[in-house]
């Protein structure tokens, strides 16, 4: 399976990270000596299931090494664009392939183990996309202060993953794109994706009678697809970068474990 890296976030001035990157690539902050963005790669490196790397938004001069076969595609302006074009490549490299991994370039912390894990747990099933979820107990016991978004459902609370596999046909159907492009938008908040969804959707989220199985018949259904929801056990795949307070728990954790 061929992986997509999205290493297309440029913090601006009015965000938090600015002043870290002062108007460079998020994914090449350093973190234990590397760029942040060198660690993921270093993962899809050791993963025996990733047979290619399809990176997205660095430059050539970007100071990072890949032992795969390596594949540049310019920041096409936004997440969707990013992955749409990443798909294509991909099926202009493998005209066969039928899934791809899609993962963020700010979770250093993920291992090629991490990445097995995810492709020989999804493809036990032929679903149309495979979304990747952390308890929120597992989060926090991981990353304590991480301050990471929850979804209450009625049987848990929840955070995204930044890694995950889908089908192909995902953003090569017209029908989809639409859909996709307003989840996307609103990824970072829950109840706007619900409602999105439907306002029954986020009328049962708000008074939390969701339970995940509900959830994700309800998704399945309004978006026309068969989705399965891939619950971790490492909370790695959650962590990313999105705030300073963040990077330094990354950062702090990821020099520990390089002293190790």
């Not at 409602?195 to 969701?210: E, N």
């Amino acid at each position: 399976m061929d992986a997509i890296v999205l290493a297309g976030g440029i913090p601006k001035p009015d965000e938090p990270l600015y002043r870290y990157t002062q108007g460079k690539s998020k994914a090449l902050l350093e973190i234990a000596g590397k760029p942040m963005i060198q660690w993921v790669l270093e993962a899809l490196d050791q993963a025996e299931q990733v047979d290619s790397v399809v990176l997205i938004g660095l430059s050539d001069d970007a100071p990072i090494t890949v032992v795969k076969p390596l594949h540049r595609i310019e920041n096409q302006g936004s997440m969707l664009g990013n992955i749409v074009a990443g798909v294509h490549k991909v099926l202009e490299i493998n005209p066969a392939a039928e899934y791809v991994i899609t993962v963020s370039a700010d979770i250093p912390a993920i291992t090629g183990e991490m990445v097995d894990w995810l492709v020989d747990t999804a493809m036990q099933t032929q679903d149309d996309i495979y979304y990747g979820i952390v308890r929120r107990e597992v989060m926090e016991k991981r990353y304590p202060g991480s301050n990471r978004t929850y979804t209450h459902l009625a049987d848990m609370e929840i955070c995204g993953a930044d890694m995950h596999i889908a089908h192909v046909s995902m953003v090569t159907d017209p029908e989809h794109l639409a859909m996709w492009d307003e989840l996307i938008g609103r990824r970072k908040s829950p109840l706007k994706q619900a409602a999105a969804i439907g306002f029954g959707t986020l009328f049962l989220l708000l008074i939390r009678r969701l339970t995940l199985e509900d959830t994700i018949r309800r998704v399945s259904r309004r978006l026309k697809i068969k989705g399965r929801a891939i619950l971790w056990d490492h909370a790695e795949v959650a962590m990313d970068v999105d705030k300073p307070h963040q990077y330094e728990i990354l950062r702090a954790d990821m020099e520990a474990r390089a002293a190790a």
